[in-house]
Structures are given as structure tokens and as C-alpha cells.
């Protein structure tokens, strides 16, 4: 079995920087975890489903275009799960659209939770670490257009490694 996701990439110099504040804020998961907007959560799939991945992921792809997104402000999911995020501000509905065809495509099972676009940059820590990151990012800004998605696997103490990239074709 193989542990996939699937995620918009935060390009730079944006991605590093919300990456390095992660770790400032203690969360051991920036070493492994790069700066994303997750649109399949992990998921286990059979070793020999990772080549027909490829070809869903290309048609999911092909069918949105690329899209402006806005990332601003913090969020929290506290108390329900101990998070501090940056807020997908604009971009919001192409994002829903891409993780919803995405899912279907290569017959992911639903979230746990409801589909709410974000960039973690705090997770499972202390309530002063989480309340930090909160404070902290308040005012973080960064505009950019998604060009592509990742498929990422899970290869344990080297944490998530992006596996291939999809460029959106979409016609606008």
C-alpha cells in the first residue's frame, strides 16, 4: 500500500516562508509537510493503482483551467481540531470544483470533515503555539496563479515528496 495526496504546491517565495514560520511555531510537521492547499487528504491505495492514478489525475486536470488564488488572514478549526491555517481568500469555488473532480476521478472515499480550502501552518500544538501562528500570520497576503496540482506520496521520515505535477487545461 501506498499513502497518496493531492495538493496545490504554495509557490515562492510564499511556500518557504509559511513553511519556516511552521517551524518557528514548533510544529515538527514543517520538516516533512511543504506549504499547500490540500485536495485529497492522505489516502491508502493499492501499489498497483498508482499508474491508473496518473491518467485520472490527467483528466481532472484537463478539465479546469488555471485560476487566480488569494491566500490571507488566519482561520483556526479549534475547538473541533487543533489547527491554525492561512485562509484561501479568493480562488475558493475553482478550488472546491478541482478537489471534487479530483475525488471522483480516482474514486477517493469523502472527507471526514467538510472541504474548507487552507494552508495548515499550525497543527496539535499547545494553545499559546496555536494562539502565535494566529497572531502572527493575521496579516499574511500572497496572490497567485495556480497553474497545476500535485499527486504527493508519503515515504515515511522523508515525508511527503511530490511524485507528478498536473498542468491545469482547462479552458477559461
Known amino acids: 500500500m501506498a499513502t497518496i495526496g493531492v495538493s496545490i504546491a504554495v509557490p515562492e517565495p510564499h511556500g518557504s516562508l509559511l513553511r519556516d514560520k511552521r517551524a518557528e511555531f514548533g510544529d515538527p ?8 492547499v490540500t485536495l485529497v487528504p492522505p489516502t491508502e491505495v493499492d501499489d498497483d493503482r498508482l499508474a491508473c492514478l496518473d491518467s485520472a489525475l490527467e483528466d481532472a486536470a484537463a478539465a479546469l483551467p488555471r485560476f487566480t488564488m488569494r491566500l490571507r488572514g488566519t482561520g483556526t478549526f479549534r475547538p473541533v481540531s487543533p489547527v491554525v491555517f492561512v485562509a484561501v481568500s479568493q480562488g475558493i469555488s475553482y478550488t ?3 478537489a471534487q473532480r479530483i475525488r471522483a476521478k480516482i474514486e477517493a ?4 470533515f467538510p472541504f474548507h480550502p487552507h494552508v495548515t501552518v499550525a497543527q496539535n500544538l499547545d494553545d499559546e503555539a496555536l ?6 500570520l493575521a496579516d499574511f497576503s500572497a496572490d497567485f496563479t495556480v497553474t497545476e496540482f500535485a499527486l ?3 515515504e515515511g521520515p522523508a515525508g511527503w515528496v511530490p511524485r ?9
Open 164 to 172: 507528478r505535477t498536473y498542468a491545469l487545461r482547462g479552458d477559461s
Open 96 to 98: 472546491e470544483m478541482l
Open 29 to 36: 510537521m514543517a520538516r516533512t509537510v511543504p506549504s499547500h
Open 131 to 136: 494562539d502565535r501562528a494566529y497572531a502572527d
Open 109 to 112: 472515499p469523502e472527507p471526514s
Open 152 to 154: 504527493y506520496l508519503d
